[in-house]
């Protein structure tokens, strides 16, 4: 034991370039916060259920109905790429919750004692979940090849679906990470998460096109981030899907609103250890 | 013994104070720690302890005053001061869905330190803390004294020039509060660490500390050497006794229902 005490306190580590230093700290939280995926079984399970109920019954019974116009696709080929992004809502919607759950041990406080950018610390919170939020895609990419949906399998389409649910999904968690820095409670940040996912998710173009809506509610979807992730996703997922609202905007629209999240969160985010 | 002068100190502060709503947790404190040395803030619950030591590693902006801390001012070099200092909560800071070792790994990339070196230190860092045959268990298997030498580890991979320790034994049994008193006095002793402690534990106070302030309502109503302490009340003071006399109270006294609730929860996570 006695072999390996440390030597005389140094001065401080050699720093490099501040955007390295950022990267290389994002990473290194990241990459902690990826080591825990994957150590809950049931985890994957409860993640499937709620896509496979609105793929698999509401789904099959709306294309019945053909109430909603979906141009050349089919009601479960336009309702895909909707689940999806709704998937993606759910998981990420609740990350803040960890973040309460750390704050309430400590793990917190040792995190913002040390020299990394507070923004880094978040950052790497945000890149964890954008990771995470990969699952979903494989579980809804799975459940909608089995209900026979038109995938467009082409590299091209793939990654750009890989990114989109990615940059979602770190949208919705540092969205969610505000909202626990704001709370701090897990009682009340449970309540404020049930409140917030309903009107997300049906205030969006997620199970029915934007020009159904009444015009008061399609500008509260246009005013939802969801809708620019939906968007997107019909395009890029689906075979003969198309965006209505713009590629350009919709990752312009997801790119800025995550950026304007992160900078609010690491201004947050100290406020936590107090 | 004289107070040691500003330059030399590792910790000074000058009219530190920090005010919560209507409640002055911690009065224009006067203090410094020379280096090397384990220094103790020995007080009840509430006392202010826990506040001074969130302000000296930079979690909690004071409201009024300053301190420097390992030659940086705390307000003006946040990142400086970080750089130099270790720190254990009072709650469980280890994570424990995550191993051991990589508890430690994220603190090494978090630090800075070098790629190369990293492997190198987590392994010495568990070997001075008896966690070497525990490195790839998930943390949540730990027993309290084992999560608290963990928490040792990560806090001095970076060999800090000072460590901040918030009631470092509260809730461990008397075996593993004997194993972390012996880990601080011999990194305190090899590496010349400075360490600042608090603690409302007489024993602890008694035992591991080369110096004390007592606490008590935001000030700090005495200052010394245990042993000097003692002998200025009698011969056969206790610090319980100085404590009575200084500041009129008791160590066990006091302490809002939020401090007690965490100091509870502390002790059950680590028990």
């Known amino acids: 034991m006695t072999s390996a ?270 | 013994m004289h107070p040691p002068t500003p330059d030399t100190a590792v910790i000074s502060t000058h009219g530190l104070t920090r005010r919560y709503d209507d409640l002055l947790a911690v009065d224009r404190l006067e203090l410094t720690v020379p280096p090397e040395i384990i220094f103790g803030l020995l007080g009840p619950n509430g006392a202010g302890k826990s506040t001074t030591i969130k302000m000296l590693t930079t979690l909690l902006p004071p409201s009024a005053g300053s301190a420097r801390v390992a030659g940086f001012d705390i307000v003006a070099e946040p990142r400086q001061v970080r750089r130099r200092i270790g720190y254990v909560p009072q709650l469980v800071s280890a994570d424990g869905t995550l191993t051991a070792r990589e508890n430690l790994r994220l603190s090494a990339r978090l630090y800075g330190i070098p790629r190369r070196e990293q492997s190198s230190r987590i392994a010495a860092g568990l070997e001075f803390m008896g966690l070497s045959s525990s490195g790839d268990q998930l943390v949540k298997t730990f027993s309290g004294g084992m999560i608290r030498r963990l928490e040792l580890a990560q806090a001095m991979l970076h060999e800090p020039a000072v460590l901040f320790l918030d009631e470092p034994t509260i809730g461990l049994d008397p075996i593993a509060r004997r194993a972390v008193w012996d880990r601080l006095t011999e990194l305190r002793r090899r590496a010349g660490t400075t360490i600042l402690i608090t603690t409302h534990d007489m024993e602890e106070a008694e035992v591991l500390c080369d110096e004390l302030a007592l606490m008590h309502r935001g000030v700090i109503a005495a200052r010394g050497t245990p042993a000097v302490l003692k002998s200025s009340v009698g011969p056969d003071a206790t610090l319980e006794d100085v404590f009575a006399q200084v500041a009129g109270g008791s160590l066990e006294a006091g302490g809002t229902f939020r401090d007690v609730r965490r100091t509870r929860d502390a002790a059950r996570r680590l028990g």
């Open chain 1, 5 to 274: 005490a440390p030597a005389t306190p140094r001065a401080a580590w050699a720093e490099g370039a501040p955007p390295f230093e950022f990267l290389r700290q994002s990473l290194a939280v990241a990459a902690a916060e990826l080591r825990k995926v994957g150590r809950d079984p049931t985890e994957l399970f409860t993640r499937a259920v709620q896509p496979a109920l609105w793929l698999v019954v509401f789904g099959q019974v709306f294309s019945r109905v053909r109430a909603i116009p979906t141009g050349s696709l089919s009601y479960v080929e336009f309702l895909a790429p909707g689940i999806l992004a709704q998937s993606v809502l759910f998981a990420a919607i609740f990350f803040g919750i960890a973040v309460i759950w750390e704050r309430d041990l400590g793990v917190i406080h040792k995190l913002l004692v040390s020299p990394a950018y507070r923004g880094a610390l978040v950052m790497g919170k945000a890149i964890s979940a954008g990771v995470r939020g990969l699952v979903q895609g494989i579980i809804v990419y799975a459940l909608a090849f089995a209900l026979g949906v038109r995938l467009r399998l082409d590299p091209g389409a793939l990654v750009g679906v890989a990114f989109s649910v990615m940059l979602g999904s770190a949208l919705f968690a540092t969205f969610s990470l505000v909202v626990a820095c704001l709370v701090k409670t897990r009682e009340r940040f449970m309540g404020i998460g049930q409140v917030l996912t309903m009107p997300l998710f049906f205030a969006s173009n997620a199970i029915y096109p934007l020009d159904m809506m009444p015009h008061w509610l399609q500008l509260v979807a246009r005013a939802n981030p969801l809708s620019y992730v939906v968007d997107l996703l019909r395009s890029l997922m689906i075979a003969g899907g198309h965006s209505t609202l713009g590629l350009g905007l919709d990752f312009g629209v997801q790119i800025l609103g995550l950026v304007l999240l992160l900078l609010v969160a690491s201004k947050l985010y100290p406020g936590l250890a107090r």
